[in-house]
T-cell receptor, first 115, second 113 residues
Framework: NAGVMQNPRHLVRRRGQEARLRCSPMKGHSHVYWYRQLPEEGLKFMVYLQKENIIDESGMPKERFSAEFPKEGPSILRIQQVVRGDSAAYFC?????????????FGQGTRLTVV | DQQVKQNSPSLSVQEGRISILNCDYTNSMFDYFLWYKKYPAEGPTFLISISSIKDKNEDGRFTVFLNKSAKHLSLHIVPSQPGDSAVYFCAALNTGTASKLTFGTGTRLQVTL
């Protein structure tokens, strides 16, 4: 049973370009979470999605960032017109359901570098 | 506003000894707590968790203690092994209203020979 798969592992973008980060959850998982880790900081929640629905996007910047989790295919985190401050590690996690005994499983992350 | 705090950025412990990692939180609505371990260039891996209705949870060499009145939890690793060297993140959850985890800034544990 493959774990949470994120690609690409590393992504370099010039300022002003678009970045697309993909996350395929574990088989049978219908909940996806995106977190961002800036250098020397902890992970910060960005957005929580279920299939075709955004449940909580309270941690996502209002501009330039968007996320989706379509009925078919991976979840996508999209950053338009990237700036240097977007350079970070972006982690996706998935879980089969929300609840006390459910621990989200994390992918290996995508390291975005904006030059 | 850092709701989950890990005030020790790093900790060095000798192999075989006990490692104690601490975590404090400010939000009294948190009722579930988790510890994650993270190696460089990898995602966090779940280690152990505890519900607020308990004050201790044990799994092998790992034990988590929760002191609700002090809003403090700790992770004990006994005995510490070189493979335990990693960054440890404390995370908290309000299971009633949200599924998002609030993470601390992490403690880098170095287990020396």
């Amino acid at each position: 049973n493959a774990g949470v798969m994120q690609n690409p592992r590393h992504l370099v973008r010039r300022r002003g370009q678009e970045a697309r980060l993909r996350c395929s959850p574990m088989k049978g998982h219908s909940h996806v979470y995106w977190y961002r880790q800036l250098p020397e900081e902890g992970l910060k929640f960005m957005v929580y999605l279920q299939k075709e629905n955004i449940i909580d996007e309270s941690g996502m910047p209002k501009e330039r960032f968007s996320a989706e989790f379509p009925k078919e295919g991976p979840s996508i985190l999209r950053i338009q017109q990237v700036v240097r401050g977007d350079s970070a590690a972006y982690f996706c996690a998935s879980s089969p359901s929300t609840g006390l005994n459910t621990e989200a499983f994390f992918g290996q992350g995508t390291r975005l570098t904006v030059v | 506003d850092q709701q989950v705090k890990q005030n020790s950025p790093s900790l060095s412990v000798q192999e075989g000894r006990i490692s104690i990692l601490n975590c404090d939180y400010t939000n009294s609505m948190f009722d579930y707590f988790l510890w994650y371990k993270k190696y460089p260039a990898e995602g966090p891996t779940f280690l152990i968790s505890i519900s607020s209705i308990k004050d201790k949870n044990e799994d092998g060499r790992f034990t988590v203690f929760l002191n609700k009145s002090a809003k403090h939890l700790s992770l004990h690793i006994v005995p510490s092994q070189p493979g335990d060297s990693a960054v440890y993140f404390c995370a908290a959850l309000n299971t009633g209203t949200a599924s998002k985890l609030t993470f601390g800034t992490g403690t880098r544990l170095q287990v020396t020979l």
